[in-house]
């Protein structure tokens, strides 16, 4: 995990998924990753996968409160991919320690899981910033939370498309960006 404390400034944390794996480019290459969760398809399995890597990161999160003097009140949380499925279910059922809002880029918003827990908070901000040519996760994945986030009266969500299919491109990385710098009122 890297991790960069500003202690007047900003915190940020980039932790790894806890299960490692290798894995291979389409030019044959190898290397070393990390997944939060290991997916055996949709239902109670993967929920509880889900639930196993929110208390990971719950766990980092008040360790990291604990141990720096970093304002709760200013939480943020951001994933691409299984980070983005993560954040999302992370997020709804931990407002308090993610006040700020969630950015979820490339992944799917669980709101048939969370449907109580995104009810319950209709003005935590969310961003939703996806590819529109993604073939990992579908573009309508993000259509269909950015519906049920309106269903459930989210005035500040917002699901940007952005050119390209399931890579983290600057296009999505300067929406995240500047989606953090918004909710966490940083400067530009």
Known sequence: MASDVAHDALARAFPDGPFEFEARGEDGSRRRAHAWYVYTGPGDDFTRALAAAEEHVVRLVRRLLLDHPLDPRRGAIAGYSQGAYLAGFVAFRNTSLFPRGAALASGRLKDEVL?????????????????????????????????????????????????????????????????LESVLDLPS
Request: no cysteine; charged share 30%; glycine share 10%.
């Open 115 to 179: 449907a109580r827990e995104i009810s319950s908070a209709p003005d935590y901000p969310v961003l939703l910033v996806h590819g529109e040519k993604d073939r990992a996760v579908p573009f309508e994945f993000a259509e269909r939370g950015k519906a049920a986030l309106e269903r459930a009266g989210h005035r500040a969500s917002r699901l940007v498309a952005v050119p390209g299919g399931h890579a983290f491109s600057p296009a999505m990385r300067r929406e995240v960006r500047g989606f």
